[in-house]
């Protein structure tokens, strides 16, 4: 793990210790510089950190910066984040999103419908009501009168081609790691065949990032279409602020991928955060929190992937998966890179 920050001696003037127009700030006299840090999950990752840097690398917020990132994967075609994701057993994508900031600010939407960004209507239920979640038709309601545009509800291309072959059975079925860009392009029927099993368990699509800014404050955020071909009106752990998402600005951020229900059981971003303030490194800290779920799910943990990425206030970072196959990606002022993460089997 890397240490990001460093500390200069102030008497060779602040200006010296601007890197990369990061912000230097005063700390009992010494001038202190704080190398900004962005983690996204997956491979979708890279692109959304791209969008986030462009942010956090000119001095911007966390806040900004987590929310500019994951609109990148929100829009994307050939992935299941946003309007594009596979639908419920229904036939109508249902979107949950979250986002936390340094100051215990927090706005969540679930079963939302038809809007394109759920992330900055989260933001705006963050912002703008005194509520932390608005769910279904209220929450799209709110965003109608937020501005948002309503979408005509049409899935695309390939969600409608799931969808289709999915119904010739309507069986459910984890698919661990179907986040990662190998597994997400296979949506035409033949590959997702393999993907449609048992009942009551189902796909999921996510995508989760932390980041600290050169002031040092941490924010996150999370969206998802949730998991494929779910029950209507299913809400996973994305949307539920110490679930899917954790920021606690004197401790560290931390976000989760794979099974909702499981990472809700545990509420499993808040119970990282807690083993960071014991003192674990995040790396420790996922461990820790992945080896509880996988207690708790005793056999039936290999039917289902779990993740989790975390930062520290140091800037460390470190991830975690139930089984192999996660990946993560990280954008640091040497660059935005993936990471495979260690796994418990
Ligand atoms: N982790 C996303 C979901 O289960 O909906």
Same mark, same amino acid.
């Given at each position: 793990?890397?240490?990001?920050?460093?500390?200069?001696?102030?008497?060779?003037?602040?200006?010296?210790?601007?890197?990369?127009?990061?912000?230097?700030?005063?700390?009992?006299?010494?001038?202190?510089?704080?190398?900004? /840090?962005?983690?996204?999950?997956?491979?979708?990752? @890279?692109? %959304?950190? =791209?969008? +986030?840097?462009?942010? &956090?690398?000119? $001095?911007?917020?966390?806040?900004?910066?987590?929310?500019?990132?994951?609109?990148?994967?929100?829009?994307?075609?050939?992935?299941?984040?946003?309007?594009?994701?596979?639908?419920?057993?229904?036939?109508?994508?249902?979107?949950?999103?979250?986002?936390?900031?340094?100051?215990?600010?927090?706005?969540?939407?679930?079963?939302?419908?038809?809007?394109?960004?759920?992330?900055?209507?989260?933001?705006?239920?963050?912002?703008?009501?005194?509520?932390?979640?608005?769910?279904?038709?209220?929450?799209?309601?709110?965003?109608?009168?937020?501005?948002?545009?309503?979408?005509?509800?049409?899935?695309?291309?390939?969600?409608?081609?799931?969808?289709?072959?999915?119904?010739?059975?309507?069986?459910?079925?984890?698919?661990?790691? /179907?986040?990662?860009?190998?597994?997400?392009?296979? @949506?035409? %029927?033949? =590959?997702? +065949?393999?993907?449609? &099993?048992?009942? $009551?368990?189902?796909?999921?699509?996510?995508?989760?990032?932390?980041?600290?800014?050169?002031?040092?404050?941490?924010?996150?955020?999370?969206?998802?279409?949730?998991?494929?071909?779910?029950?209507?009106?299913?809400?996973?752990?994305?949307?539920?602020?110490?679930?899917?998402?954790?920021?606690?600005?004197?401790?560290?951020?931390?976000?989760?991928?794979?099974?909702?229900?499981?990472?809700?059981?545990?509420?499993?971003?808040?119970?990282?955060?807690?083993?960071?303030?014991?003192?674990?490194?995040?790396?420790?800290?996922?461990?820790?929190?992945?080896?509880?779920?996988?207690?708790?799910?005793?056999?039936?943990?290999?039917?289902?992937?779990?993740?989790?990425?975390?930062?520290?206030?140091?800037?460390?970072?470190?991830?975690?998966?139930?089984?192999?196959?996660?990946?993560?990606?990280?954008?640091?002022?040497?660059?935005?890179? &993936?990471?495979?993460?260690?796994?418990?089997?």
């Amino acid at each position: 793990m890397d240490r990001r920050k460093f500390i200069n001696l102030s008497s060779l003037g602040a200006a010296g210790f601007t890197l990369q127009g990061f912000i230097p700030t005063s700390l009992n006299g010494l001038s202190t510089t704080i190398t900004p /840090i962005v983690v996204a999950t997956w491979d979708a990752g @890279l692109a %959304a950190n =791209k969008a +986030a840097w462009e942010v &956090l690398g000119s $001095g911007g917020k966390a806040l900004d910066a987590v929310e500019k990132g994951v609109m990148v994967t929100e829009d994307e075609m050939n992935c299941c984040v946003g309007l594009n994701g596979n639908p419920d057993r229904d036939g109508f994508v249902t979107l949950d999103a979250s986002i936390m900031d340094h100051e215990f600010n927090c706005g969540s939407v679930a079963f939302l419908e038809r809007i394109k960004h759920p992330i900055s209507v989260a933001r705006k239920v963050m912002e703008k009501t005194p509520h932390v979640m608005l769910v279904g038709q209220g929450a799209q309601q709110f965003a109608i009168e937020q501005g948002f545009k309503l979408e005509n509800g049409e899935l695309s291309k390939d969600a409608k081609n799931s969808y289709q072959n999915w119904l010739k059975n309507s069986e459910y079925k984890p698919v661990i790691n /179907i986040e990662r860009k190998n597994a997400t392009t296979q @949506l035409d %029927a033949s =590959k997702m +065949a393999p993907h449609r &099993l048992s009942n $009551g368990e189902w796909n999921h699509d996510t995508i989760g990032m932390i980041a600290m800014d050169s002031m040092g404050n941490l924010s996150g955020s999370c969206t998802t279409s949730g998991a494929g071909f779910k029950m209507r009106g299913r809400v996973g752990d994305s949307p539920v602020i110490g679930a899917g998402l954790y920021v606690d600005n004197e401790v560290g951020a931390v976000v989760a991928t794979g099974q909702g229900e499981d990472v809700i059981r545990v509420a499993g971003s808040s119970a990282v955060v807690e083993q960071m303030r014991q003192g674990k490194t995040p790396t420790e800290a996922c461990k820790i929190v992945i080896e509880r779920i996988r207690r708790i799910k005793k056999e039936k943990a290999k039917d289902i992937q779990v993740c989790f990425i975390a930062i520290n206030k140091k800037g460390e970072y470190g991830g975690y998966s139930l089984h192999k196959g996660f990946n993560y990606a990280v954008h640091t002022p040497q660059g935005n890179t &993936l990471h495979e993460a260690t796994f418990l089997d």
